[in-house]
T-cell receptor, first 110, second 115 residues
Framework: GENVEQHPSTLSVQEGDSAVIKCTYSDSASNYFPWYKQELGKRPQLIIDIRSNVGEKKDQRIAVTLNKTAKHFSLHITETQPEDSAVYFCAASRWGDMRFGAGTRLTVKP | NAGVTQTPKFRVLKTGQSMTLLCAQDMNHEYMYWYRQDPGMGLRLIHYSVGEGTTAKGEVPDGYNVSRLKKQNFLLGLESAAPSQTSVYFC??????????????FGPGTRLTVL
């Protein structure tokens, strides 16, 4: 089955700096790659997603890139703010079977 | 429009007891999912359903059963609870069927403790 690895497990940045989280996947048939943000005690919330026929997608301060050949995708957050502090999960999906990475705890220091 | 709801929010069971978690969605979504989340391990897919009357195994299906008798409901059953099933359980749904997956919308979660 699909295996998703996510790095780093923790990330600390200064407010205003950029943050990058990377994920790799194993199943070349995976075709949907979402990123979720989860605050303590709350449900995961989708922040951005990308499909296998697209290489890059941007939404304001957040961007995701996908390299299908290398089977890796990355989340980029620019101009980080304290409210960006949370756990971020990547995932890879193939026809409903979605596998998540272990998560990255992002801390943005004021 | 309540989105995805889960019942109950919290539950404590003794080893060997059984229970059913209910997930309901009012968005007419085709796909529904059950995940468990343990500290440091992210979310792991237990079972999912691509439509009414169909279910499929995910990454960690052992010890759980599911049913999707109605399109809007997805039930997760524990026949004989074990301490290893202590976790937070999330249900999710997504709108598209026919082989196409899309955004998953999560419920608020159920915190289950098995003593």
């Amino acid at each position: 089955g699909e295996n998703v690895e996510q790095h780093p497990s923790t990330l600390s940045v200064q407010e205003g700096d950029s943050a990058v989280i990377k994920c790799t996947y194993s199943d070349s048939a995976s075709n949907y790659f979402p990123w979720y943000k989860q605050e303590l005690g709350k449900r995961p919330q989708l922040i951005i997603d990308i499909r296998s026929n697209v290489g890059e997608k941007k939404d304001q301060r957040i961007a995701v890139t996908l390299n299908k050949t290398a089977k890796h995708f990355s989340l980029h957050i620019t101009e980080t703010q304290p409210e960006d502090s949370a756990v971020y999960f990547c995932a890879a999906s193939r026809w409903g079977d979605m596998r998540f990475g272990a998560g990255t705890r992002l801390t943005v220091k004021p | 429009n309540a989105g995805v709801t889960q019942t109950p929010k919290f539950r404590v069971l003794k080893t060997g007891q059984s229970m059913t978690l209910l997930c309901a969605q009012d968005m007419n979504h085709e796909y529904m999912y059950w995940y468990r989340q343990d500290p440091g391990m992210g979310l792991r897919l237990i079972h999912y359903s691509v439509g009414e009357g169909t279910t499929a195994k995910g990454e960690v299906p052992d010890g759980y059963n599911v049913s999707r008798l109605k399109k809007q409901n997805f039930l997760l059953g524990l026949e004989s609870a074990a301490p290893s099933q202590t976790s937070v359980y999330f249900c999710a749904s997504s709108p598209y069927g026919r082989g196409r997956t899309d955004t998953q919308y999560f419920g608020p979660g159920t915190r289950l403790t098995v003593l």
